[in-house]
């Protein structure tokens, strides 16, 4: 494969081209001869954060809408499960006794910044 090294560290490394019609193709040596293809594994990246705003309006609406979709729901006395909070949001989990939020979500799909919580003495591990 030509293309040009990104990334050295010790007998791993990265190795890229561009394919045409499918972009950028890597390999990655994971060692003992084998080469990982991590081909796609950008686009897949890319694709989720252009897909996140239209899909995030399209729940929003739904939540609008549908007065059975909750955007979350108490699974017990001291567990809400549901989807990323807004900025607008905060100070209402406060209200309903929340004192920390666990997001699983990727950096660019968290809506509200840290220091909001802070405010409300909301911990976010």
């Known amino acids: 494969m030509v293309g040009r090294k990104i990334e050295e560290s010790g007998p791993k490394f990265f190795q890229c081209e561009t394919v045409a019609g499918d972009g950028i193709e890597c390999e990655r040596e994971v060692g003992d001869g084998k080469v990982e293809k ?3 594994r950008a686009f897949v990246g890319a694709g989720a954060r252009v897909l996140f705003y239209p899909t995030l309006l399209y729940n ?12 979350w ?6 567990l809400l499960l549901g989807a990323v909070p807004f900025p607008k949001d905060v ?3 406060k ?14 799909e968290t809506l509200v910044p840290t220091s909001m919580y802070q405010v409300q003495n909301v911990k976010k591990p």
């Open 38 to 40: 991590t081909a796609k």
């Open 60 to 71: 929003v609406v739904r939540n609008k809408l549908q007065p059975e979709f909750r955007w």
């Open 73 to 78: 729901d108490q699974i017990d006395q001291f």
């Open 91 to 93: 100070h209402r989990l």
């Open 95 to 108: 209200e309903l006794g929340v004192e920390a939020v666990v997001t699983l979500n990727e950096p660019y």
